[in-house]
């Protein structure tokens, strides 16, 4: 049994508190605002595909962590300046981060020592609402553990008891990168192009692949790796028109409308624009319509 706190109570981190806490680990859970009322009143409650998960986890409201085996921090990618110090001071043996850094990952690494930190990312997504958090498992994303790292072994040991189809990824900052631009145009698309009709998802989802290509070229002309490979495999190997009847279907199922809406919806003008803003950095000055697309968000 590992002792386990969750920095963050949003989706993610009530996801993996719930899933370890049922798997019979020691589990904190750390809140803040109205969602540590919530947790305090009616206790962890997670909707994931169905199943319903309400185990007995601590729950406080003090980033002040106790010694533990591992901290998982799941705070925003927008909340992660204002909360390193507090994960820093953490005495726990392993650093979980379940977060993108986004400019900030130089930082992370040297405030928290590359000897205990391992690199995550979630492979669910959802909202909350009334206190329950209701989520997804994307299928075409399952939980990723950076490969390689000190502790990348005992991450890979007690995720993969909770998800079957975690991965390693031996080059994390490339998958971060890559992840960056891919997930900043999907918001984009959602949250500022019509999607309601058939037509609509149709016109956006050939906008999507046109623009990812552009953005993955220009990627890969300053050096940098396209991992997963299916990712550029789709935006640059497969015939456009297979590759937008793709994610029109996409753009109407759970992976889209649980996994991703309700969350970029939340944090239009927060996390999803300094997302947006980073891939715009990432990608650079040459794809004109990757650009395009991410404006608004990034509200440029």
């Given at each position: 049994?590992?002792?386990?706190?969750?920095?963050?109570?949003?989706?993610?981190?009530?996801?993996?508190?719930?899933?370890?806490?049922?798997?019979?680990?020691?589990?904190?859970?750390?809140?803040?605002?109205?969602?540590?009322?919530d947790?305090?009143?009616?206790?962890?409650?997670?909707?994931?595909?169905?199943?319903i998960?309400?185990?007995?986890?601590?729950?406080?409201?003090?980033?002040?962590?106790?010694?533990?085996?591992?901290?998982?921090?799941?705070?925003?990618?927008?909340?992660?300046?204002?909360?390193?110090?507090?994960?820093?001071?953490?005495?726990?043996?392993?650093?979980?981060?379940?977060?993108?850094?986004?400019?900030?990952?130089?930082?992370?690494?040297?405030?928290?020592?590359r000897?205990?930190?391992?690199?995550?990312?979630?492979?669910?997504?959802?909202?909350?609402?009334?206190?329950?958090?209701?989520?997804?498992?994307?299928?075409?994303?399952?939980?990723?553990?950076?490969?390689?790292?000190?502790?990348?072994?005992?991450?890979?040991?007690?995720?993969?008891?909770?998800?079957?189809?975690?991965?390693?990824?031996?080059?994390?900052?490339?998958?971060?990168?890559?992840?960056?631009?891919?997930?900043?145009?999907?918001?984009?698309?959602?949250?500022?192009?019509?999607?309601?009709?058939?037509?609509?998802?149709?016109?956006?989802?050939?906008?999507?692949?046109?623009?990812m290509?552009q953005?993955?070229?220009?990627?890969?002309?300053q050096?940098?790796?396209?991992?997963?490979?299916?990712?550029?495999?789709?935006?640059?190997?497969?015939?456009?028109?297979?590759?937008?009847?793709?994610?029109?279907?996409?753009?109407?199922?759970?992976?889209?409308?649980?996994?991703?809406?309700?969350?970029?919806?939340?944090?239009?003008?927060?996390?999803?624009?300094?997302?947006?803003?980073?891939a715009?950095?990432?990608?650079?000055?040459?794809?004109?319509?990757?650009?395009?697309?991410?404006?608004?968000?990034?509200?440029?």
């Amino acid at each position: 049994m590992a002792r386990v706190r969750v920095l963050g109570a949003g989706v993610v981190g009530s996801v993996y508190a719930a899933l370890l806490a049922d798997a019979g680990h020691e589990v904190t859970l750390i809140a803040r605002g109205s969602r540590l009322v919530d947790l305090r009143r009616h206790g962890l409650l997670v909707g994931l595909d169905g199943r319903i998960l309400a185990p007995d986890v601590a729950v406080t409201k003090s980033p002040e962590v106790t010694d533990c085996d591992v901290l998982l921090v799941a705070v925003r990618g927008d909340q992660l300046a204002a909360a390193l110090d507090d994960i820093a001071a953490s005495p726990a043996g392993w650093v979980w981060m379940f977060t993108n850094p986004l400019e900030l990952r130089s930082d992370v690494e040297d405030r928290l020592g590359r000897d205990r930190l391992v690199w995550c990312f979630s492979g669910v997504g959802g909202g909350v609402k009334d206190g329950q958090v209701t989520a997804h498992r994307v299928g075409q994303q399952p939980t990723v553990v950076e490969g390689g790292a000190a502790g990348s072994k005992f991450a890979s040991q007690l995720l993969g008891a909770i998800d079957p189809h975690l991965r390693t990824e031996p080059d994390m900052h490339a998958w971060l990168n890559t992840h960056t631009v891919f997930v900043a145009a999907m918001a984009a698309l959602v949250l500022e192009q019509p999607l309601e009709t058939r037509s609509q998802r149709v016109r956006g989802a050939v906008l999507l692949v046109r623009a990812m290509r552009q953005a993955f070229d220009s990627l890969e002309a300053q050096g940098a790796r396209i991992t997963p490979r299916n990712l550029r495999m789709i935006f640059g190997r497969v015939p456009l028109p297979i590759a937008a009847l793709y994610w029109a279907a996409q753009l109407s199922r759970p992976v889209v409308q649980v996994s991703m809406l309700p969350h970029a919806t939340a944090t239009r003008t927060t996390e999803q624009r300094a997302v947006a803003a980073h891939a715009l950095d990432l990608a650079g000055h040459g794809p004109g319509l990757y650009r395009q697309l991410l404006a608004p968000l990034a509200g440029t």
